[in-house]
């Protein structure tokens, strides 16, 4: 009896204490109104007001612009770009959370602080480096022209600027994730024999596999919308190094608006998809997590089962 009342004791003073750390219910509605505010009002009008200004002279003319052959090859380019750095931005950030989580060696502290570099410095100069490198007065400019390999004003030029300013993203995502997890696992295949390859594919990889989806999304995104960078290596040659950005601001200093709008809806929607796509990344890695702890707690030789 008296160990009951204790437990209702407790418990009251556990609900008193939760309620008096409880802020007023004035207090609750007027942060949700000024989030919702803030929201509505940088982020949901804007993107109203683009949709809106890019169907102002009706769908033909919107159509029209999209069918434009320079937006088309700008759209192209985009597409190319995104398909060649995102891929290898992909293997260098496995390879680059690999090593820092699941080795010590010297250097581990500079290799994190290299990848964190995008970050710090402003893409127009990192755009100034690889012309300084590879532009015709640069580092390696005459023997370029010596072998006929272009990279400035060129796709190759645009590929390195846009792999420079979104290689840190699926690093950044998976090294938290990795370190977390720890080192027992791959440890534990490896003394059941299994081979770097396989402690790969099935032990690591299916534990980071929503990590490194969110890293996707989230560096696709930005090598799409990618704009200083590739802004001073691309030249601005009209429908052949215009990325869909710089073709937006072309067409906009063009006081053409509603072209520039109506590609601008292209990013506006792309935008929304990878916010989609972030949202749903984010639940299904959540309920991969709580699926997976209680598999693990009913199953105490898993691992062993997942490694074999």
């Known amino acids: 009896m008296g160990r009951i009342q204790a437990l209702s004791t407790s418990n009251s003073r556990h609900t008193a204490a939760s309620a008096a750390l409880r802020d007023p219910l004035w207090v609750q509605i007027v942060l949700i109104v000024l989030g919702l505010g803030f929201f509505s009002l940088f982020l949901l009008l804007p993107l109203a007001a683009v949709f809106a200004q890019a169907l102002s002279k009706g769908w033909q003319l919107y159509v029209q612009a999209l069918l434009d052959p320079d937006a088309l090859a700008a759209i192209r380019l985009t597409l190319l770009v995104a398909a060649i750095a995102v891929p290898l931005n992909v293997v260098f950030g496995i390879a680059a959370a690999w090593s820092i989580t699941k080795f010590d060696f010297r250097g581990k502290n500079l290799l994190i602080t290299l990848i964190d570099l995008p970050f710090s410095v402003s893409p127009v100069v990192a755009g100034l480096i690889y012309v300084l490198v590879f532009g015709a007065q640069g580092w390696l400019g005459s023997w370029l022209a010596e ?22 993203f699926v690093a950044r995502e998976l090294i938290p994730l990795m370190e977390a997890q720890g080192r027992e696992e791959e440890e534990a295949a490896t003394v059941l024999g299994a081979s770097g390859w396989q402690t790969f ?21 930005r090598a799409m919308g990618e704009f200083g960078a590739v802004s001073v290596v691309s030249g ?48 299904r890695a959540q309920s991969s997590g709580e699926s997976a702890s209680k598999n693990e707690s009913a199953h105490p030789h898993f691992l062993l089962e997942r490694a074999a």
């Open 147 to 168: 072998h006929d390999i272009k990279i400035i004003f060129a796709v190759p030029g645009i590929v390195l600027a846009t792999m420079f300013v979104t290689f840190p």
């Open 236 to 283: 601005h040659i009209r429908g052949y190094t215009n990325t869909l950005p710089l073709h937006v601001e072309i067409l906009y200093n063009e006081y053409n608006a509603v072209a520039a709008f109506a590609l601008a809806s292209v990013l506006a929607l792309l935008a929304l998809l990878t916010l989609a796509l972030k949202t749903w990344v984010e639940w």
């Open 201 to 221: 594919l099935r032990v690591t990889l299916p534990n980071i596999k929503w990590g490194l989806l969110y890293g996707v999304i989230l560096c696709n995104a």
